[in-house]
């Protein structure tokens, strides 16, 4: 009896620690990612489903031991289960990481990242198998440079121009920017890197961004502002889902169940991992029971917080168990999990050709009175600012380091042109006196543009017997954190006006042509010069090839081919989100405790209602009197293509277009199924004079 009980006493110790040394011995696999859950401590859980805080971001500065300094995040490992910490890195245009690395493996290194065009460029190529390209680049960078999921891309809708974001973005039309952000996620995924399409929802505008309440009805969001992220998520899968910083019918998108269950998970059948936009902290238990998974970029005080709530009985710990599974999900698909070697050496040059050809293919030629192409050799009066300095891309989150930038002066004179040497040597001195701000922040995010240059009319007139014709470029930029301005941003500043009727009266009267080509991430108003030149080259901000490409457009080494993914208004308050936009906001982005909302919220400030419903871009036009200055899908050619009439099959999901080219150069041409909206589109291939294709596009019902 004795020693029976002995022996039970014995197994009744034993057990408890046996199971322990079991539990130790769990490392995480593809395949046993419950167990490893189950084998959690209530702070691992916690710790897992928090980021390891900005340490990475700022480790290129700073210095410090990271995968990849500069990358915006980061999550947390746990050693004793197998668990590495995952790397997180923006942004649209390309990888935003340090182009240098600190210690002495690294010495001699660089990791430059390539700098591809902005989002509205991509979407204005129409071209999925190119932005898919993109991607791909983009995704080989991030594995090569330690990267394991790119936050990418930014697919908010253009629902206001002066959003100041919208260079990351699409399009105002969401089956367009559906289908661009699948094309860009499937070609990041290519590589096994994960992509993140963001900002889930409605993050229109950045006045006032981590507090300001969208406001939009149901319906409305449903067929604008989250049909672009549902079309996403069903045709790419992307491994990752940011949410917003905004409020959204009065609760903040991180902490929406609604939005991050109900529609992205039960509806759309979504099972990828939702992660926070990068604000450390906030209620982060209602987070993780809302749906989110990641909170980034994380700090301790969160897990903590997280383990006092399920401990005080105020979150249910099942909600940690979920999210912790879906870290472990994402964790398990990655090159870091997998112990992938990067080699640090991507194909630049390679990636650098991509990057050319989709500025090439999203340019819009949105006039052209027998100026263009440029005739070989040309004598090019250069005007403007960004001809010297162009603006590659936009400032934030967004920007890249890239390796080099290519300007258009330079762009001009590799294609044999010659450009007037006593304007080039102005402006360069001018950008001497006004360097690019050297500061942390300049580092991280990019800096503004150099200031413009007066131009007076006698220096425009000593240019003229020189010249063959003037090329004017006007460059604007924009980055995440605040808003473009109606005056001298969306409106041509005084100067410029003045500059567009000097040069196009004194060369035009002599007979010579006037070109503008516009570096800007957003839409500006063009009806009341446009008239007085007799060319205009939408060239966005083209990324690092920049002045390569918008070279090659003019002298019609390529053939003009992208459409416009959004309209350009003739007048700013045309537009009937003007209303409920803010076009002068100069105030901080402020983010305040959501318990102390202000006693009198301000219109547009503190929330914005989306009260033009449908009214976004085109669908406007299409039922008004008001004309735009240039419409949705506008764009012109060097060459004329024919399409017929499209033949739909008999559910109406298939239309058929054939499409000829009837000139004299090759050219691309888009098949758009407008039915009354957008509905689906094809691009052909190059066709050569007399050459025809017959394209078959799905439609979206
Ligand atoms: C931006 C995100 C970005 C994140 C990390 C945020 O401010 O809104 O788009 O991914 O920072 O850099």
Known sequence: MRSSHIFTALIAIAIPSFTLLAQDKVRLTPDNIDEVVASMTLREKATIVVGGGYGSMLAGVFGGDYQAPGAAGMTRGIERLGIPAIVLSDGPAGVRIEPERKGKENKGKTFYCTGFPIGSMLACTWNTALVEEVGAAIGDEALEYGVDVMLAPGMNLHRNPLCGRNFEYFSEDPVLSGKIAAAYVNGVQSKGVGACVKHFAANNQESNRFMNDSQVDTLVLRKLYLKNFEIAIKESNP??????????????????????????????????????DWVAKRDTDKQVAAGDDLMEPGTKSQINELVRAVKKGEM?????????????ELVVKTPTYKGYETSGAPDLEAHAKVARTAAEEGMVLLRNVDALPLRPNCRVALFGMASYSILPGGTGSGHVHRPYVVDLADGLKLSGHYVDESLAEAYLDHLKKHPAKNTLMTRMFGAPAAPEMSVSRAMVEASVAESDLAVLTIGRQAGEGGDRKLEDDFLLTDDEQKLISDISDLYHAVGKKVVVVLNIGGVIETASWKDKVDAILLAWQPGQEGGNAIADALSGFVNPCGKLAMSFPVNYFDLPSSANYPYDYHGPNTMVDIKRLPEKPKS????TVYKEGMDVGY????????????????????????????????????????????????GKEVVMIMAPYLRGFAKTALLQPGESQTLTVECAE
Request: aromatic residues 14%; negative net charge; glycine residues 6%.
């Open 316 to 328: 249910d710990e099942r909600y940690l168990d979920i999210s912790a599974k879906r870290v472990l």
């Open 619 to 666: 669908r406007y036009y299409l039922h008004s009197d008001v004309e735009p200055s240039y419409p949705f899908g506008y764009g012109l050619s060097y060459t004329s293509l024919e399409q017929t009439e499209p033949q739909f099959s008999a559910d109406g999901l298939r239309a058929t277009v054939t499409v000829k080219n009837v000139g004299d150069v090759p």
């Open 604 to 607: 547009t400030i503190d929330y």
């Open 239 to 276: 491994w990752t889902v940011m949410a917003s910083y905004n409020r959204l019918n009065g609760i903040h998108t991180q902490m929406d169940p609604w939005l991050l269950t109900t529609v992205l998970r039960d509806e759309w059948g979504y099972e990828g991992l939702v992660m926070t």
